[in-house]
């Protein structure tokens, strides 16, 4: 006998005494407590089942310890009573798993250990899933139906179970586990159900009828419905009755679906649905309740087991606070921070409701969970109970050395816990264990499920870290139709902070290409000091936001396989203009000398300022040269196709070999929205590594006035900030010119360049003949006026810009020695371009003028449309007064390098198509790289023998415009002009008939409306007003009327769109080429950095058995798979020794093909689906209006939910899905016009 709280326990099992139970229907006759303070005899489980008469003192004096003493003592008289009641063990030879997945898996391997058979079944949406490939059998169900109905359709699983003689089924977690039906419908076909009795998965289930099982045994409850709730006029009245906040719970299932919060009146309904449909399509059942929210509480559960006779133990605790959508992410075990006391209140009533109104006939057996909310003082509130395995078993595993499912299994088969060894006091906590959940959810887009297939995986291992998982392989498809759970990874150390660390490790280790993944934000949780104190709870997640500081994943390789795949399937992702291949050559770098470079121009501007620069220029003695070999030359005969990839290799060279040129011209002009729109690469990024190689050289940059490097009008402060930016970068001189030569515009640009701290060079675009005295237009008069005004406003440097090659070697001199004596202290720069063969000639006829600097491109990247022979000009010059300090043999090192190179841009070469220059130029005075596109584009539409036709329409063009100076973008309209004469076979006079009547392109009619200023002698006149009709005119210089552009809101509208990764240049680089910058951004997103792909390898992709050596791993393109039914191609590559492929849509292929419309995301009025899944409800109409964040449509993904708004309001244009459509990501879901 045994005394305890003034209560006397008789445990005798060999010489039972005679007593009944006061309790009435109890038989129990040992294990007998009586009241010494009151004179009933009870049977413990009556006891603990509240069954002793209210009047009894002694049940408000016992405490958690004494009520535990008496539980332990009511176990050894409970086996003690049933020792000779002992059920018959029948051993389970084969189960039925009727679940998917991960926990599939994890019940096959149980199974596999104890020799036991294991049964599969799978949907038709499951057909390629692992799990049937671990299981002995496997067997399809639910054929035609929904993908989550399939698991839940029990005639189905019943029938593979029966025509198979399946022993036992494990329902797993999810699905059907927690179906009451379910498991009758198991023991009514005489299988048995690895789990409670169907009464007790009734009762534990049912969350109302276990809030009264709890509330009965004096388990704290929150408040809330007694039962489910069948209208939303109940959810109404609970609300009036205890205020907001409040929480919808699913009635027949867990795992946070059919769960939602409420926290205002107006949230109720939508929220009341939702969880209704969630909770049905989960679950079968849409029944809810509804409770009283309690903030911020920590999630503690108690693992219990129980078996046949009455045993029940539990395993301790879990903290499970850690949530998202009122879904675990990280679970812990045992919980940390936790009152020893309030253990021991939690483990005894988690024991107890076990046991709770349970007859001895309907005891709880196999696996469940208690789940509690604690408050901040400590106070615990009982949730519910899952007669189930949990997810989370693992942890518990870990820490307790039980195998989980090994226990479930012995149990059906009639084992008792004592037998298995399962003794309460030899249950003991050995360290910790953390659960993190992988799963494929986007933490940036509020963790919306992502789909697709796993192009890589590779899992982080070693000591102390156990995977569970399903469809965790490369190769594996990731649907939108089940739990987005991908990998389960368990740590294990002797503390917190060691399993902390060996988790940390381990998701460092993986790598998961093709979906999205939470790993990221798991590795900011795990790194989160609150985190590692232990003192958590489930407001966590969402009161640290820099957990969502994720860190960009680079994933480079994957992408650049991706590319090459592209172009594979595809071809070039840049526009070939020929059919040429790159050539197969490698260029040879010449050699570079150790060290750092010899002081060059850039070193006195660095030390002496602009100014000081600009004299020492003057001051120097000989012809300086600037190099146009890494912008203008390419530009002119390639296409500006150059890439910084072959830039680079040369630029040490360049730094070594003439670092006394005066710049190198690399950047500004067309190159800046070429790198991005046809070379897929940052033209800022170019310029800072190019820096970094050429320290000593100055850079020269091409600034369109007011137009900086774009096409169109600018705010002033655009401008401004985009020279500063570029000066920033390592810019130094910015030739400023106008395309008319309208000073307004060139003023401005000037002042934003020397604002930034850069050498202003002036330039004045040069066109006509100053040497012809019958063109009075462009008179040397008009040039020097000019020229006296950018004096006057303080440029550094005077430029002379001949962008057609116009310049004659007479009149350049009478040009140069006119400026000359009228600027004596003023540094000359001259620039022309080799077109008519002269260029040579009339550089050095400037030079004896008195020119300091002229423009030449390399050798094999000279004459044609390029600028003149740098080697000719030092050849030349070399033993005069005008030598340039050059080396001849360096110059053809240079040149070598370059010729090699240039066959690698073979696709894109004028000399494809043009063989030569030609002298027409001083008739149709088209410039250099005009020329070059135009005769392009004559060969490309088969009119390469009309192009005679095309260069006469272009100077026709221009005497219709009024004779302008023609460089971008006023050559370009001079050319639409041309080349709409001859498509409509027009001449210049018809033209000025009809032209009132014609549709003009539209950069004719923006030109006359005065949009890129006003050209020297005015607009043509009757020609503009027969164009212009009524349309508006621009007055004045056309930026100065546009309001200043907001860069801080277009920082954060890129942020919004990119994430945080925008840096000032790429604000630059949207707000000089907003769309282009977008596409350029969703480019490298979906193919990575390319620019470290070599030229070869870009424009034509790799061969197949080629080796390809990269900054990145060798790669091995391997082979090219065949079409299949969603228009793609599988490319096979070997990486760094490892198998990779990719998929590459076939575009070719997919025009014949149907494919749901995408949603362009600079199409404000397009909504797309902002993740994968089913569409479950559209919520307008046709020709609606609608609200901006009114509901449009509900989507459904993983078993989550997601209501989408509109983003603007208008009227429902188009709706492009119904209900139950299948949606991609960004698919197209509805139009709304405003």
Partial sequence: MIFLESFLIITTACSPLPWSCSCGPCTVTIGMVRNACHPVRLCLPCWCSNCCHETCKCRRKRSALGLLAIRRVWSMSRSAHTASQTLEYKPIKKVMVANRGEIAIRVFRACTELGIRTVAVYSEQDTGQMHRQKADEAYLIGKGLPPVAAYLHIPDIIKVAKENDVDAIHPGYGFLSERADFAQACVDAGVRFIGPTPDVVRKM?????????????????VPGTDAPISSLQEAQEFSNSYGFPIIFKAAYGGGGRGMRVVREYEELEENYQRAYSEALAAFGNGALFVEKFIEKPRHIEVQIMGDKYGNVIHLYERDCSIQRRHQKVVEIAPATQLDPHLRDRLTADSVNLARQNLPFSKLYENAGTVEFLVDKHGKHYFIEVNSRLQVEHTVTEEITDVDLVHAQLRVCEGRSLPELGLKQDKIRINGYAIQCRVTTEDPARGFQPDTGRLEVFRSGEGMGIRLDSASAFQGAVISPHYDSLLVKVIASGKDLPAASAKMSRALAEFRVRGVKTNIPFLQNVLSNNQFLNGTVDTQFIDENQDLFNLKPVQNRAQKLLHYLGHVMVNGPTTPIPVK?????ID????????????????????????????????AHQGLLLMDTTFRDAHQSLLATRVRTHDLKWIAPFVAHSFSNLFSVENWGGATFDVAMRFLCECPWKRLQELRALMP?????????????????????NAVFKFCEVAKENGMDIFRVFDSLNYLPNMLMGMEAAGAAGGVVEAAISYTGDVSDPTRQKYSLDYYLKLADELVKAGTHILCIKD?????????????????????????????THDTAGAGVAAMLACAEAGADIVDVAVDSMAGMTSQPSMGAIVACTKGTKLNTGISLEKVFDYSEYWEVTRGLYAPFDCTATMKSGNADVYENEIPGGQYTNLHFQAHSMGLGNKFKEVKKAYTEANKLLGDLIKVTPSSKIVGDLAQFMVQNSLTRAEVEERADELSFPLSVVEFLQGHIGIPHGGFPEPFRSKVLKSLPRVEGRPGASLPPMDFQALEKQLRDAHGDEITPEDVMSAAMYPKVFQEFKEFTRTFGPVDCL??????????IAEDCLFPLPHISALALGDLNKAGQREVFFELNGQLRSVLV???????EMHFHPKALKDVRGQIGAPMPGKVVEVKVKQGQKVEKGQPLCVLSAMKMEMVVNSPLSGTVAKIYVTADSTLEGDDLILEITE
Avoid at 696 to 716: C, H, I, K, S
């Fill in 1094 to 1103: 070599d030229t070869r390898l870009f424009l034509d992709g790799p061969k």
């Fill in 1145 to 1151: 849509k076939d575009t070719v292929a997919m025009k």
């Fill in 580 to 584: 040429a291949k790159p050539s197969p």
């Fill in 803 to 831: 962008m057609a090659g116009l310049l004659k070697p007479d009149s350049g001199h009478l040009l140069v020695s006119a400026l000359r004596d009228r600027f004596p202290d003023v540094p000359i720069h001259v620039h």
């Fill in 696 to 716: 000593n050289v100055p850079f020269q940059m091409l600034l369109r006035g007011a137009n900086a490097v774009g096409y169109t009008n600018y705010p002033d």
């Fill in 205 to 221: 289930g049912d969350k109302v009828e276990a809030r009264a099982i709890a509330t009965s045994a004096g388990v704290p409850v």
């Fill in 587 to 618: 260029p040879v770098i010449p050699p570079v000398p150790l060290g750092e470079p010899p002081v060059g121009f850039r070193d006195v501007l660095l030390r002496e300022g602009p100014d000081g620069f600009a004299k020492a220029v003057r």
